[in-house]
């Protein structure tokens, strides 16, 4: 059995962090499109087809890695990032949002991991990034943030992303744990996940929580994060269409034409 490749990497910055991966000779880095900050000379970028787990496997099996992705309606393309030259060279890449980058040693951690569909960030070449469907119908429809999830196997390092602070916890067997279905950002494969009801007409109507949330039973390990990018997005697009009511002033109307704004 070939293992994946073994990277060394560094996590720097607070808010916005980037990890900062170090390969040896002929060793590789894959990421989404986008995610690349900087690297070092000496390190040559390709465009591959899926994840590039399958890249010797003919093209049946290159389509059908990329088809994959497509399916989490990610980028039907990675790209990868190998040392060509003789002695260490360092490539980084940045998180898209403010929050957190969550390192992920596969090997340690069953191999498999399953996650939001936007979660993963890079890995070391021969880490595959697919599509983990939820069995039960309860999950497929309700679920919130869709039902089809992102599944990364393998047993090198992998590095996902999250908005805030993210907290990890580790579920004892049977322990049972509530979570916003936009908070959860990923588990260990020996989780349960399921979505359940909140109930009542006021929790429905009136709650502002939405109607779902997700169930995660133990054992394993759970990733949360306290701000989702759909959660973030929603806030600036209501503050955006609200004019300038949001910003305290007791002054209101006569506030603009005080600083120049009034029309």
Same mark, same amino acid.
């Given at each position: 059995?070939?293992?994946?490749? !073994? ?26 499109? =986008? ?35 497509? *399916?989490?309606? !990610?980028? *039907? ?12 060279? &360092? ?34 070449? =021969? ?13 497929? *429809? ?21 908005? +805030? ?8 067997? +049977? !322990? ?7 908070? $959860? ?14 109930? =009542?007409?006021?929790?429905? *109507?009136?709650? =502002? !929580? ?9 054992? +394993? ?12 997005? +929603? ?15 007791? $002054? ?10 009034? &029309?």
């Amino acid at each position: 059995m070939i293992r994946n490749h !073994e990277i060394d990497y560094r996590i720097y910055g607070e808010e916005m962090q980037y990890v900062e991966v170090e390969l040896d000779p002929n060793e590789t880095a894959v990421a989404e499109p =986008g995610a690349f900050m900087m690297m070092d000379d000496g390190i040559q970028m390709q465009t591959i087809f899926g994840d590039g787990s399958q890249q010797s496997g003919g093209l049946m099996g290159k389509l059908f890695s990329a088809g994959k992705r497509l *399916l989490t309606g !990610e980028n *039907l393309f990675m790209t990868a990032f190998t040392n060509a030259a003789h002695g260490k060279k &360092r490539v980084s890449f940045a998180s898209p949002y403010p929050g957190k980058i969550i390192p992920l040693d596969l090997y340690q951690l069953g191999g498999r991991i399953i996650c939001q569909k936007d979660a993963f960030l890079c890995a070391a070449k =021969g880490v595959s990034v697919g599509i983990e469907f939820q069995r039960k119908l309860g999950t497929g *429809l309700f679920g919130g943030e869709g039902f089809i999830m992102q599944k990364i196997e393998g047993d090198g390092m992998a590095f996902m992303h999250a908005g +805030g602070h993210v907290l990890e916890r580790n579920l004892q067997p +049977g !322990e049972l744990l509530k979570v916003d279905t936009g908070c $959860l950002v990923g588990f260990t494969s020996g989780v349960n996940y399921d979505i359940q009801f909140v109930g =009542g007409i006021k929790n429905t *109507l009136f709650g =502002g !929580e939405g109607v779902f949330f997700a169930t995660l039973r133990g054992p +394993g390990k759970v990733w949360i994060q306290t701000i989702p990018i759909s959660r973030l997005a +929603g806030r600036i697009m209501q503050f955006a269409n609200s004019g300038r009511k949001e910003e305290g002033s007791i $002054l209101g109307g006569l506030g603009n034409l005080l600083d120049g704004d009034g &029309r």
